[in-house]
């Protein structure tokens, strides 16, 4: 049997050329530096969102259609809801390890984010940015910007009140971005908010097919820059740019790793069966005319929430009378206006005298 394994290997040998690449791979050195398992993090948290989504798409129903609950939470039934909302609190209450693997679920999506943030953090600080890898920053990046979106639509899948509340800024959000803002907005939702359903089905596919594989093909591109380009390592005896000081990845790096992704996945599991996060029963199925006062979205969001509730209910105006009349105002008064100044008047103008601005105001529903 031995012999016959090591006759397959040859064979794979002599034609792949396994054993150079493989001798490669495997005396590959990584830095001993705790702040290099900043990116691990992010990496076995991924990993654990994947597997958790994969136990959640099982039970989850991506629809809006209005079902009566009769469920095991006694002070739901009765109540109309969407289908999306049922399976989600059924997932929580009613599925073996559902609600563990929900929370697992969103408790890695938090930490995957701040982890990608922390890790770019030391990325930009120490210089490690810089030529030859300001590629592999700027992919770093882009995974950031995509895991917030993805995040983003994760928690608006349940259609609770809070997701709905997420639903309704995003909708005001795509109205604002301009020329496309409005036909984006009615394309994606299919109509004037709340829409005609259909945002839920969408977002589920781009929750779980689109995003996911492109982020999952960033990391790749990333690990894969990297591991030809090699670690940034700090200033020390014996190190440059070209060689890194530490472990090699076998046996070493591989042992202290995967124990690695086992501690990570242990404090998952700790948080996701001890920490509540998002009870959706207790808010509620989404209703247009109802806001909970629970409303406050996961921390990668904040500076949003945080933007919206320190504007003052004043209007901004782009491109209306403020832009079109600049070059026009004062006529007659022989002075040129000052190229600053304009633009301060203009982008953004607000004008807190405009026609259904002040703090009695609200948006059309």
Not at 249 to 278: D, E, H, M, R, V
Request: charged fraction near 15%.
């Amino acid at each position: 049997m031995e012999d016959r394994g090591i006759e397959l290997a040859r064979w794979f040998d002599d034609r792949l050329g396994v054993a150079r690449i493989s001798k490669t791979a495997l005396n590959k050195i990584f830095p001993d530096h705790w702040s290099f398992l900043l990116g691990e993090i992010a990496m076995y948290s991924f990993a654990i969102i994947i597997i958790t989504g994969i136990f959640l798409t099982l039970f989850f129903v991506p629809s809006t259609k209005e079902v009566i609950y009769n469920g095991s939470y006694v002070p739901l039934r009765g109540q109309r809801v969407s289908e999306a909302y049922q399976s989600t609190v059924d997932i929580s209450l009613n599925v073996r390890a559902g609600l563990v693997m929900r929370q697992m679920h969103h408790w890695a999506a938090d930490i995957f984010a701040a982890a990608i943030v922390v890790h770019l953090c030391r990325i930009f600080f120490t210089g490690a940015f810089r030529r030859p890898r300001e590629l592999n920053y700027m992919i770093g990046l882009t995974m950031l910007i995509l895991v917030i979106v993805n995040g983003f639509i994760g928690y608006s899948l349940p259609d609770d009140q809070i997701s709905g509340a997420g639903l309704r800024i995003a909708f005001s959000i795509f109205l604002s971005i301009p020329i496309i803002g409005t036909w984006g907005a009615f394309l994606l939702w299919g109509g004037n908010f709340p829409g005609n359903g259909d945002i839920i089905p969408r977002f589920y596919s781009l929750h779980i097919l689109i995003l996911p594989a492109v982020i999952a093909g960033l990391l790749a591109a990333h690990l894969g820059i990297m591991w030809h380009q090699k670690h940034t390592d700090f200033p020390g005896k014996d190190k440059s740019n070209r060689k890194v000081v530490g472990s090699s990845f076998w046996p070493t790096y591989t042992a202290k790793t995967t124990g690695y992704f086992f501690i990570i996945f242990g404090g998952l599991a700790l948080l996701g069966g001890l920490f509540q996060i998002n009870p959706i029963w207790l808010y509620g199925s989404y209703e247009p005319y109802k806001v909970s006062y629970a409303v406050q979205p996961d921390w990668y969001m904040g500076w949003l929430d945080g933007a919206l509730r320190i504007m003052p209910a004043w209007e901004t105006q782009f491109a209306s009378r403020y832009l079109i009349s600049a070059p026009f105002s004062r006529p007659g008064s022989g002075r040129r206006t000052r190229p600053w100044s304009i633009t301060s008047s203009t982008g953004p103008a607000i004008d807190p005298f405009a026609p259904g601005s002040g703090s009695g105001s609200c948006p059309s529903t």
